[in-house]
Every structure is written in C-alpha cells, then in structure tokens.
C-alpha cells in the first residue's frame, strides 16, 4: 500500500478544501452583511472616546449585536490590558480637549 | 402582467449572458412573449449572443431619453416570432439607466410581454443594482467554484435587501440558482465543488444545472442561443430548467460523468 502511494501520490481532495473555506468566510460574512449600519460608527467613535484615556489599537474594541431570547445584546469588548496610559498627552486625559482622534 | 426576471451573479464570466439569451429563448419556445434586456451599458454583448447585432438602430438610453420609441428599439427574433431583444447602449456613461427611467420602460414592456428577463452586469455597481431592481424572480447563475459561489452569496443579500420587493416589504424576490460550466468528471475526482455542496452553501432553491459544453462556444459563435441546439447537453438543460421554472417536474440530467462510447472517442463531438 505504501509503495502504491509512492507511486500514485495522493492528492487532498480540492473540492472539500473549497467547500470548508467557502463555509467559514461565508459564516463571517453574512454576520456583518446582516449587521446594522451604525456599528462600525459606533466602534470608531468609542475607539476615539477610549483612545483619549489610554493608547489602543482599532482591533481592540470588539463590537457584537447579538440575540439572548427575545432581547437583542449589543455586547462591548474593550480589551485595555497592556494598554499605555495616555495621561497628559496633547489630546489625551489631562491635557488639551481632543478635537480628532487618529487611529493608529 | 408581465414577470421579470433577473439574470445576475456578482462574479463576471460565469455564463448570465449566454444564460439569459437561452433562458428567454427557451421561455419564447413554450409559448410565452418574452423580451431580453441588455442592462450592461457600455459593454453591448447580448445583442451578439443573441446574432442580432447588425440590426440595432436604437437602443436603451435612446428610448430613455425619448429619441425612440420603445417598439423602434425591440427587435424581433427572426427564429421565433415570440422573442425580442431590446439592446443596450454602447455609450461610456455607465450611470446613465436612471431608476424611473427603467421603471417607466418596464411599465411599458409588462404590458406587451410575458416575461422581461434582465441580464445583469457584472458587478454590484449601479448597473447591477438597477437590473435586479425591479425584478420578480432572480437566476442566480453560479460556477462551481470559491469566488463565484461567494459572489453569488453577496448577490442573493443584496437582492434580499436592497430589491424594490425588498424595499416595500413585499414577497421577496423568488431565488433560483442555476449552476453552470459543470463539469461532472472532474466533481468525481474531487476536483470541483458538487451541486449538492454549491445548493448547501448557497442554501436556495436549485432551478437546474448546466454542464460544461463545447457547444456554448459553437453557439455564440454563430450568435444562436444555446436552446436552439437540439444536440447540446446544455442546450437540453437549459429547456429543462425553463421547465422547471414553468413549474413541470424534471429529473437532473448531465450531472454524472457521460460514459464515451467508442463511436463518440473516434469523432469527438461534446
């Protein structure tokens, strides 16, 4: 049998490859197809509001609208840990007002 | 009456030209009016597909704009007298189908014809958006392959949001997918998705699918559309998925590998 593989390698079925990422992307995709339009603004204007307190990344706040029953769930992740303080910096808490906030 | 269908699949070169000249030739041939309109503007193919390409004079934006009338730019099959063609413009303006505009020529057409099947550009751009605007029923034409099928799932959102029906909170527009280009012999070797995997995926209704065919090629060729060869397996398939459309039950054909007989090695014809 080894010898036979050998010979004839195997190769993965491509088709099943295909179908199991056409699944996943999908799944993710008809989430935030089907998500209301205000949450990326919303996600944008908290990362600016959060950011003049400590330093985060865009990919730190995670935004979820969800289902539990009957009540919708607009879950808020902010993940702060390791964060820098942005004490006293220009913009930041402590010093001037900030007018724009820059991501990045 | 008249009921519009939209031909459309996100992705480009998967078949909905070739698709909606055989679908409404297909519906003309069991006796229903129909008219095929070219949305692609700037881009006029239907009108070769469909070998009437020397006979345009005017064209959709001309009746838009009120340079023609409607029936100076509908022209008439000359295999079946049940069939027309309206063709689209070739100009550079790509913006130029306003939506009233095609609501009023639609107005127009439902009163003359059975069915008004749309083929749509590629894309979701406006052209796109517009041509599955108003439609009824929509041909979802997917090849079995990662980027199609994916561009079809954003096409079946989009119809299932942004459609007039969509709009007014009417009964959705009724999805039907057609898988093309299918090549049974490569789905045994696992080297293509299998329509069973394709309808899972998509999860709408399957209206029919159509096997890859030399014979597609021969037709545009020639500018006939593909229901008028009787020989063609996709031909076949396609009368078949009109069938199934007009609501007749009809068993798959062409979707297991074709045993070649001696007789078809020696002279090659798909």
Known sequence: MRLFNLIFPQRRNSAAVAKERLQIILSHERASRDAPDFLPILQRELLA??????????????????????????????????????????????GRRATSFEPG | ???????????????????????????????????????????????????CERRVVFDFINVINGDAKLNQALIKDKRNDLLYIFPTSQTRDKDALKREAVERVLDELTEQFDYIVCDSPAGIEHGAITALYFADSALIVTNPEVSSVRDSDRIIGILASKSRRAERNMEPVSLNLLLTRYAP??????????????????????????????????????????????????????????????????????????????????????
Do not use: C, W
Request: proline share 3%; charged share 25%; hydrophobic share 45%.
């Open chain 1, 49 to 94: 509001v959060v950011g003049r307190f400590v330093e985060i990344r865009d990919d730190m706040i995670r935004i979820n609208l969800g289902k539990q029953g009957d009540t919708s769930l607009l879950e808020i992740n902010v993940e702060i840990d390791g964060a820098k303080l942005n004490f006293g910096r220009p913009g930041g808490f402590g």
């Open chain 2, 1 to 51: 009456m008249a009921k519009v269908i939209v031909v459309t699949s996100g992705k480009g070169g998967v078949g909905k030209t070739t698709t909606a000249a055989a679908f409404a030739a297909g519906l003309a041939l069991r006796g229903h009016k129909t008219v095929v309109i070219d949305f692609d503007v700037g881009l006029r193919n239907l009108d070769l597909v469909m070998g």
């Open chain 2, 185 to 270: 012999d490569r789905v045994t070797r696992g080297e293509m998705l299998t329509v069973e995997d394709v309808r899972e995926i998509l999860s709408i209704p399957l209206l029919g699918v159509i096997p890859e065919s030399e014979s597609v090629l021969r037709a545009s060729n020639t500018g006939t559309p593909i229901v008028f060869d009787e020989e063609s397996p996709a031909g076949r398939a396609y009368l078949d998925a009109v069938a199934r459309f007009l609501g007749e039950q009809r068993e798959l054909r062409f979707v297991k590998p074709e045993r070649k007989s001696f007789f078809r090695v020696l002279f090659g014809r798909a």
